[in-house]
């Protein structure tokens, strides 16, 4: 009786297990990739006026991005100052369509964070 609870048990922790690593999961990502992002960031970021000349950091920002691609709840994460993490948010609202993460070749729904660096007048991604 012992032997067969336990072979039972062991059975279902193998096919307990059997699922969970058969599904497949892809981050969504930028079209173009990580290069592409790191160019549409140099291009459109641009680092805020403010008396403070020596002031760096990094904004953290979180969105959903959505099963067709669409990037929702734009918020800041992490903040640094109103006037850096105003135009991390007013960038990341001008990126186009995502490629949205997948599960099991499904898409669905996913969030996200992305680091935005600024330093001494360049934005680092």
């Known amino acids: 009786m ?3 609870l336990i072979v039972s048990i062991i059975t279902f922790l193998i096919s307990f297990a059997g699922n969970v690593y ?3 999961l ?3 990502q930028f079209p173009g990739g990580k290069d592409a992002f790191s160019n549409f960031l140099h ?3 641009k680092f805020p006026k403010t008396t ?11 969105f959903f991005v ?5 990037l929702t709840g ?3 994460e992490k903040s640094m100052v109103k006037a850096f993490d105003d135009e991390a948010l007013r960038v990341i609202s001008l990126s186009p369509k995502w490629i949205p993460a997948f599960k099991n070749n499904k898409p669905i729904k996913s ?9 001494q007048g360049e934005i680092i991604q």
Not at 53 to 62: K, P
Not at 66 to 70: F, S
Not at 111 to 119: E, G, L
């Open 2 to 4: 012992k032997r067969l």
């Open 22 to 24: 058969s599904q497949t």
């Open 26 to 28: 892809t981050p969504p």
């Open 43 to 45: 291009k459109n970021l």
């Open 52 to 62: 403070d000349r020596e002031l760096q950091g990094v904004v953290i920002v979180g």
């Open 66 to 70: 959505e099963k067709d691609g669409t």
């Open 74 to 76: 734009i918020s800041v």
């Open 111 to 119: 969030r996200y964070t992305v680091p935005i660096s600024f330093t």
